[in-house]
């Protein structure tokens, strides 16, 4: 594929203590990994929703700041042409946030353990984009549009769809059994976390599904649990043993899965009960920390992964966890809607 980035932009990522340019940055390094990580994230976008093809003989590249106030950055514009067969396909995503600030967190944690700043003092993370005429190269990761298998959901064990919204671009469908299981043993764990390997496949359906735009369907349809994932309160280490075993269970189901993701949790306290009603709840509730941003890049960096979480939601009504699951939507993990299926 022969790629050509159009840019007149050299990118920065930097933490300050004023909210604007005036005095000395806290750190100042370049962000146009970072920026390479986001043409990722819309090109996956694009595939998924069959706005691009899956692989393209040409693609063009134009990145366009949006103000806050030059030369920091509200947002970056993608826009992605794709050329195949002589015709053009174009998709466009605006990121307003990225690695630089989920780096700039860590970072600023570092410095309030080292006295640089005070526990209630506030540091401002920015992307800068300075014109230049001959800005850096931004190395790209490769851009490969993840395995989609052409398949209907009947001959996948899809019995029946349960209520349930789905995403127009991304609509994903998840075992009502992985969703019992993973709740159930979030309870069994109480306020220590624990998971698991999660099987499915990416489809592609001969029409879309009710209230969808793309026919790409993701399917988890199986969890692997395994008693080498060891949790604790807060934390939780996953096996690579047990993760490749779970690969192997998968090529003996025949079923043409594999190991999309895995799915954990943030903790339930039996004894109270009211973790979804409790503002005061200590306990993590069901979206990603910094940690487990970690444990993407680490096992499953493509852009196409999803990340259930099992735990409390403050206002859910009931006195059981929930099960949120999330996916790369603008630079972030962001929760997205889903439908249960029964098998």
């Not at 790629?3 to 100042?28: A, H, K, M």
């Not at 570092?110 to 700043?117: E, F, I, N």
């Not at 209907?152 to 671009?169: K, N, T």
Request: aromatic content about 6%.
């Amino acid at each position: 594929m022969n790629v050509e980035i159009n840019t007149e932009f050299d990118f920065l990522q930097e933490l300050r203590r004023e909210s604007d340019l005036s005095g000395l940055p806290l750190y100042s390094e370049s962000a146009h990994a970072e920026v390479a990580e986001l043409i990722d994230e819309a090109f996956v976008s694009g595939v998924l929703s069959e706005r691009l093809p899956t692989e393209p003989e040409s693609l063009k590249i134009t990145l366009a700041p949006q103000w806050l106030n030059e030369p920091i950055v509200a947002g970056l514009d993608v826009t992605l042409r794709a050329g195949v067969n002589g015709h053009s396909h174009e998709y466009r995503q605006r990121f307003i946030t990225g690695r630089w600030y989920r780096e700039a967190q860590i970072r600023m944690l570092t410095y309030r353990d080292d006295g640089v700043l005070d526990d209630q003092q506030t540091a401002y993370c920015m992307l800068l984009a300075l014109r230049t005429e001959r800005p850096a190269p931004v190395r790209l990761p490769p851009l490969n549009a993840p395995p989609i298998v052409d398949q209907e959901l009947e001959a996948c064990g899809v019995r029946q769809l349960v209520a349930g919204p789905l995403l127009p671009d991304r609509p994903v469908l998840i075992n009502r059994q992985l969703v019992d299981d993973a709740i159930r043993r979030c309870m069994e764990a109480d306020t220590n976390e624990t998971g698991g390997a999660l099987l499915g496949k990416l489809i592609r359906l001969q029409a879309p599904l009710p209230g969808t735009r793309t026919r790409v369907v993701n399917l988890l349809s199986a969890s692997v649990d395994d008693s080498r994932h060891v949790g604790q309160a807060l934390s939780l280490a996953f096996s690579p043993e047990a993760l490749a075993e779970a690969a192997q269970i998968a090529d003996l189901r025949g079923l043409g899965e594999t190991v999309q993701t895995v799915y954990h949790t943030h903790g339930w306290k039996n004894a109270c009960g009211n973790c979804n009603q409790s503002p005061d709840c200590p306990l993590a509730e069901a979206v990603p920390s910094l940690q487990d941003y970690q444990l993407l890049e680490t096992l499953f960096p493509s852009k196409s992964t999803l990340m259930p979480i099992a735990g409390r939601k403050l206002g859910e009504p009931g006195r059981r966890p929930v099960l949120q699951v999330h996916a790369w939507r603008g630079g972030q993990m962001t929760p997205i809607p889903w439908a249960a299926y029964l098998d």
